[in-house]
C-alpha cells in the first residue's frame, strides 16, 4: 500500500489560472526515498506543499497514510536550503523547536524536559554535533547548521521526512558528507523521505526512485528505480552503475530543458 499517493493532481495558484502542476500521479512507498529533479520553476517544491498540506489540489486527489489530505500534517518533519535556525536560540533549542508546536510533545514537554532533551542531544551526537549544543547558529559552520536543521526537522520522529534541497547551499565536499549523514539516519530509523534536488548524483547516491519533471506545468515523465546495492557508500559514485544512472537521468533533464 502507497504512503504517498497522488492521483491526478492539477494545481494553479490562482483560481483559474495557469497550472503550476498537471495531471501528476505518483505512489510512494512507506521507508521509501525519493528524489524529485526537474528545471528550475518545474513544480517540485509545489510537491512538497501540496503533500505537507499546505496547499489543496486544484484537481485530483493527494493521499498521505490512506488519508486524503486537507491541511497542514504533524506527521511530516520539512528542512529547506537555508537551515533557518532561529538566531537568538542555541542548537540544542534549535532542535527542540518543534517539541513546543507538535503534539503529543506540546502537552508533555513540562514533565518530560529532560528526556526529551538526551534524545535531542543523542540526535545532534548522531550528526556528529556532540560539543555544538549550547553554539548559537551564528558560531556554526552552513554544513553544521543545515545538521541541526535536519536534527529539528526529525526530533517529533515524522514518519515523513521532507527535503527541498536542503545541501543546495554547501560545497561539494561538505554536501557529500550530509548526504551520509542522511543515509546513515535514513537507515538507523527508517522514515519514508521526499527529497527536492538540483544535484543529480545526490539524488543517485541517495534515492531508491528519482521522478524527473517536466517543465511548467510540472508533470512527471520518469519514474527511475535506482538498483544500487545498499548500504551506498561513496565509492558507488566512482562506478560505471552510478555514472550510468547519472547519465541516463541528465539526458531526460537535458530533452526536458530543451523543449
Ligand atoms: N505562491 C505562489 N503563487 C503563485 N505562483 C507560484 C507560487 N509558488 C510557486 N508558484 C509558481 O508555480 C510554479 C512552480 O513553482 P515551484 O516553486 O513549485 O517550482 P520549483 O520546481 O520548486 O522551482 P525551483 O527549482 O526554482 O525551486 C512556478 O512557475 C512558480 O512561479
Not at 504512503?3 to 512507498?29: C, M, Q, T, W
Not at 528526556?115 to 542531544?121: D, K, L
Not at 542522511?182 to 538540483?198: A, M
Request: hydrophobic share 40%.
Amino acid at each position: 500500500m502507497s504512503f504517498v499517493k497522488f492521483e491526478n493532481v492539477d494545481l494553479a495558484y490562482a483560481p483559474g489560472g495557469a497550472l503550476a502542476i498537471e495531471d501528476v500521479s505518483l505512489d510512494v512507498r512507506e521507508g521509501e526515498f525519493v528524489a524529485v529533479v526537474g528545471p528550475s520553476g518545474c513544480g517540485k517544491s509545489t510537491l512538497m506543499k501540496l503533500i505537507s498540506g499546505l496547499r489543496m489540489p486544484s484537481g485530483g486527489y493527494v493521499y498521505v497514510d490512506g488519508r486524503q489530505v486537507g491541511g497542514p500534517l504533524k506527521i511530516v518533519g520539512m528542512a529547506f536550503q537555508n537551515a533557518n535556525l532561529l538566531p537568538w536560540r542555541t542548537t540544542l533549542d534549535n532542535v527542540m523547536l518543534p517539541l513546543e508546536i507538535v503534539e503529543p510533545y506540546r502537552s508533555t514537554l513540562k514533565k518530560e524536559r529532560s528526556r526529551y532533551e538526551a534524545e535531542a542531544r543523542q540526535l545532534l551526537a548522531r550528526v556528529g554535533l556532540a560539543g555544538f549544543e549550547d553554539k548559537f547558529p551564528w558560531e556554526l559552520s552552513g554544513g553544521m547548521q543545515q545538521r541541526a536543521s535536519i536534527c529539528r526537522a526529525l526530533i517529533h520522529q515524522p514518519r515523513l521526512l521532507m527535503l527541498d534541497e536542503p545541501f543546495g547551499a554547501l560545497d561539494a565536499f561538505t554536501r557529500e558528507e550530509l548526504w551520509c549523514m542522511l543515509r546513515d539516519l535514513w537507515q538507523l530509523q527508517p522514515f519514508t523521505v521526499i527529497l527536492v534536488t538540483h544535484d543529480l548524483r545526490e539524488a543517485v547516491f541517495l534515492a531508491d526512485t528519482v521522478y524527473v519533471m517536466s517543465k511548467r506545468p510540472g508533470r512527471i515523465l520518469v519514474r527511475r528505480e535506482i538498483e544500487l546495492p545498499r548500504p551506498r557508500d561513496l565509492d558507488v559514485t566512482y562506478t560505471d552503475a552510478f555514472a550510468g544512472y547519472v547519465h541516463e537521468l541528465r539526458e531526460h533533464i537535458g530533452r526536458v530543458r530543451a523543449t
